[in-house]
């Protein structure tokens, strides 16, 4: 019974053509960024070399795709607004998709909401142009067009009025415009994009020219153009393989963190996607090596046979389903994982950077120089004749003797230690400038690493309840934590089927003493539901070794002898993750001579 309308029978209707495309039209375009993300990807698809975008207004008065592709023959442009036609697809496999573009919705969806006209010629064919509004089809015309297709789509959801109301400012959709074409400029690194705004004074937004040679080089180039030098500067290339998927592309240092997930670009078989299970392997893959306020700055490929992941889950395509989710996240996990661990000591450029901003204090007037100075007065104020003897009593720095180190420098990647400033940091000699090291935040590392090693070797100990915890779920919440009962064992959490609707905690990691299991076994469901996977009893763990490794490391304000400075600086060298602590920060800071004599202007 109809609860609006009691009183009277409802009746099964069949939508007409027009209702039929808005409301498709609903799920596909959502704004005008949407419009974008379509169209040139039906570019990408047709096998376009150079790709320029027009918009006005933030896309809402104006879109404008142009391209180099094959075009489309003028018998076929009708037959293009039609929905669910594609020549992308057969129909016959729909877990064989190699294209960007498949359900044939787009463009009929287009032409239901806004103003949409195709100009496009074929090789060794006439131009034709075809024009559609709100659903209204003009008939094919002959028009002027020397190759590829033109797309303009003027007046989106001028047909559906109601969703312009939803629609932000200009600037926020045209910065979601320049974001959907950077996401597919790193997808396609050998295809000249541009994205211009002709709204009052035309400008280029974005422009990144086709790359040239192998793959990674290609890649790197192209993400330098988007991303900034810096991230690439800071990045390590990525390449890991298992079960027929294989992880490429570039994965930021830890002390090259961000403030927010801004930075985290992932596409599977060249599909830009937003997918929980990816990111949340992303992250599991940091977890380790920054606190939960900083984000990991990636971009990441899986590509792998199309019959193992399913694309065709959502209108827009953001989304994909691995056949064996596991394996995927399990892939991005370790892949990562190794190449951070072979980078080794190594931290990112932007800590010396950093270090030498703050050595600049801002000007806020002329410099002047000791020798410009005038002599000072005699009234009450310093000699101009200070020497050295004066200056030592202010000067609280307290330096060890240098050593002698009869290996040569530059076989030393952090140097060889030259002194210890207010018992606290290290200061090295490399053959290209100098290093300081904060000998807590290091050491405090070292120590850590080396207690993982042996839990990893020997395994979490577990202590067992008197009386098992019997913790009230959902039957689905159970059968999630049930999937991942075996893991949770090898973290000393034991855990069993309890009833429908509850589960039996019987062991606890003993390291972490007395817990609150019910609470334990919250947190890790909350992680499933945001992440797909849960670090939370690893994470506890963890965080008492890095609370056991702080107070295990060397603290600050002990003077150290010079050869526990080098034997610091050489076990280091040697440690994996050594370049930053345990929460993400730089264990060290690198000043190249260069830097340090542009400080004194000796440049």
């Known amino acids: 019974m109809n609860s609006h309308a009691p009183n009277i029978r409802p009746v099964i209707r069949q939508l007409d053509e027009s209702a039929v495309n808005r409301i498709a039209a609903g799920e596909v375009v959502e704004r005008p960024a949407s419009a974008v993300k379509e169209l040139v990807e039906n570019a990408i698809d047709a096998g376009a070399r150079r790709i320029g975008i027009d918009i006005a ?39 064989n998709i190699s294209t960007f573009g498949f359900r044939g919705e787009a463009l009929p969806s287009l032409g239901a909401v806004g103003r949409l006209t195709i100009t496009s010629r074929v090789a060794g064919d006439a131009a034709a142009e075809i024009s559609v509004a709100g659903g209204s089809q003009s008939a094919v015309k002959p028009a002027a067009l020397n190759g590829g297709t033109v797309i303009t789509l003027r007046d989106l959801f001028y047909a559906t009025p109601a969703r312009l109301k939803f629609l932000r400012t200009d600037r926020a959709e045209s910065q979601a415009i320049t974001d959907v074409i950077k996401r597919l400029a790193m997808a396609e690194p050998f295809v000249r994009f541009e994205l211009r705004d002709v709204s009052d004074k035309p400008r280029t937004v974005f422009k ?26 800071n990045a390590i290339a990525i390449d890991a393989e298992r079960e027929g998927l294989h992880l490429t592309g570039f994965a930021a240092l830890p002390t090259y963190s961000r403030g927010a997930a801004v930075a985290q670009f992932l596409f599977v078989n060249g599909r830009p996607v937003k997918d929980k299970l990816l990111t949340g392997a992303l992250r599991a893959a940091y977890f380790d090596f920054l606190s939960r306020d900083r984000h990991p700055a990636a971009a ?45 000591h190594r931290a990112s450029t932007t800590v010396a950077d950093a270090t030498l901003g703050a050595m600049r204090p801002e000007q806020t007037a002329p410099r002047v120089y000791q020798m410009d100075r005038p002599s000072l007065g005699p009234r009450g104020l310093p000699p101009a004749t200070t020497g050295f003897a004066e200056m030592a009593d202010a000067f609280s720095a307290q330096v060890v003797e240098p050593v002698q180190i009869d290996a040569p420098e530059e076989d030393l990647p952090l140097g060889v230690a030259r002194g210890q400033v207010h018992e606290n940091y ?27 090693t042996q839990m990893a070797e020997n395994g979490v100990p577990a202590q067992a309840l008197l009386i098992p915890e019997i913790v009230g779920l959902t039957a689905g919440d159970c059968a999630r934590l049930l999937e ?19 589960i039996a905690v019987r062991e606890t990691p003993a390291i972490l003493g007395e817990v609150d299991a019910k609470a334990m076994i919250l947190d890790i469901l909350d992680e499933l539901s945001d992440l797909g996977a849960s670090q939370s009893v690893q994470a506890r763990i963890e965080a008492i070794l890095s609370r056991v490794a ?46 340090i004599e542009r400080l004194f202007g000796r440049t």
Not at 67 to 93: F, N, Q, W
Not at 426 to 452: F, N, P, S, W
Request: with cysteine; charged share 25%; aromatic share 4%.
């Open 57 to 95: 207004d933030g896309g809402k008065t104006l879109i404008r795709v142009s391209d180099d592709g094959c075009g489309i023959a003028p018998e076929d442009l009708a037959l293009a607004l039609s929905r669910h036609a594609t020549s992308k697809i057969d129909g016959s496999d729909l877990l």
């Open 208 to 233: 990144a020219e086709a790359q040239s040679g192998d793959v990674v080089a290609a890649l790197k180039a192209r993400l330098s153009d988007i991303l900034g030098p810096e991230f690439t500067e």
């Open 300 to 344: 990441l490929f899986v590509d792998c046979d199309p019959q193992l992941v399913d694309v065709n889950v959502h209108p827009a395509k953001s989304e994909v389903r691995f056949r064996d989710p596991g394996l995927a996240r399990g892939l991005i996990v370790s892949g990562l994982r190794r190449a951070l661990a072979e980078a080794g």
């Open 426 to 452: 290290i200061v090295a000699q490399t053959a290209t400038g100098m290093v300081i090291v904060d000998q807590h935040a290091a050491h405090e590392r070292l120590v850590y690493e080396k207690l993982k």
């Open 484 to 502: 991942i009962a075996e893991d949770l064992a090898g973290f000393g959490l034991t855990i069993e089927a309890f009833g429908g609707d509850a």
């Open 550 to 595: 702080c107070h295990g490391s060397i603290r600050s304000g002990r003077r150290m002898r010079p050869e526990e400075m080098n034997a610091l600086l050489r076990e280091m060298e040697a440690t994996p993750h050594s370049g930053q602590c345990n929460h993400g920060r730089p264990t060290y800071v690198e000043l190249k001579l260069a830097d």
